[in-house]
């Protein structure tokens, strides 16, 4: 590992082998099932499957860390108990959990289990990640895709926990965890389901040459012949208002902050991210072989420049952007 640790994605079995493959520290995944954030339908893991995958990525020098981040729900916590107890079975090398109770519950029954906090807690000051470090004894805080270069480094300044930050993939309009449009349009979201846009909302009407994709019925865009079609989502459409149409609440465009992992690894952040458990292996172990080489070259004193416009045609709607990390807008 170098001085910045590469935390990929593995949706599948075989999406984290080719993760570790090509350059991956450490492979975060999930559970087949509500327990986790990427809860969709050919994704995950079942119980078996992630004991051989901790045997796969321990074999070559690879971490697993699983993903139990979603919230429990009032009256039935047993899945998400026994999702921690299966990951520590497996002999994964972490938990990363949002939910004070998952939290809880790992620390009482598992106390030398590690725990990382999820995005999906939103912990983005000195004060909020004091607080899980203190009452869960917690080691490494995701940070919420919503702040710049000095608050990261801020942050870091002012915390001995290990900090870890998204460097690519999609972007999320509101502070993980708290958001609720989807909840509004199908009755699910990512928060308590681990899934926002359920498949089974998931509707695509053609009428002559246009493409219409729904949720629940309700129409979030519109494609002509030659346009991709993405998976719909409520916060990723197009709407018409009385002044005109447009992505009302968040334009299609991926993170890609290679360039600045070296303002990050000297901000203090610990271990960078990418974002993309949905996408296939092939995705994954580009994206992972990129980062692998500018990460290295990093830490041979060379610049990461050859390896910013590597991965540019895999960006949402083709265009990337380094995000709140350069912000400009209050």
């Known amino acids: 590992m170098g001085s910045i640790e590469l935390v990929c994605p593995g949706g599948s079995p075989a999406m984290l082998r080719a993760a570790i493959e090509a350059g991956a520290d450490s492979v975060y995944c999930g559970l087949r099932d509500e ?28 971490k697993v860390l699983v993903a139990v981040n979603t919230f429990a729900h009032a009256g039935a916590t047993e899945a ?19 939910d004070l109770a998952v939290l809880a519950y790992a620390k009482a ?32 805080v995701v940070l919420p895709r919503v702040l710049s270069a000095p608050e990261v480094a801020a942050v870091v ?40 846009s359920p498949p089974e909302a998931v509707s695509f009407d053609r009428s002559g040459e246009r493409m219409t994709p729904r949720l629940s019925g309700l129409a979030v865009d519109q494609f002509d012949a030659e346009e991709t079609t993405g998976y719909p989502t409520l916060c990723k459409g197009r709407f018409s208002t009385a002044e005109g149409s447009g992505y009302l609440f968040e334009s299609p465009v991926s993170l890609n902050a290679i360039g600045l992992l070296k303002s ?17 292996k092939a995705y994954v172990a580009r994206v992972a072989a990129a980062f692998r080489g500018a990460i290295d070259a990093l830490d041979k004193g060379q610049d990461t420049e050859r390896f910013e416009q590597l991965l540019s045609d895999l960006a949402e709607g083709g265009r990337e952007t380094v995000g709140a990390y350069k912000k400009v807008w209050r």
């Open 80 to 98: 998400w108990r026994r999702a921690v107890d299966t990951a520590v079975a497996a002999s994964a090398d972490a938990l990363i959990a949002a």
């Open 264 to 280: 990050l690894r000297t901000a203090g952040v610990k271990a960078v991210k990418i974002e993309g458990r949905q996408r296939g």
């Open 157 to 196: 300044g002012e915390t001995a926990v290990e900090i870890e930050a998204f460097v690519f993939g999609g972007l999320c309009v509101m502070a993980e965890g708290r958001c609720a449009l989807s909840s509004y349009v199908t009755g699910r979201s990512p928060n308590l389901s681990g899934v926002c």
């Open 109 to 140: 029954q598992h106390p030398d289990m590690r725990l990382h906090l999820s995005v999906q807690a939103a912990a983005n000051t000195p004060e909020a990640i004091a607080f899980y470090a203190e009452t869960y004894g917690v080691k490494r």
């Open 35 to 62: 327990t986790n954030a990427r809860n969709f339908p050919g994704l995950n893991f079942s119980p078996a499957e992630l004991e051989e995958s901790v045997k796969f990525a321990h074999g070559r020098g690879a």
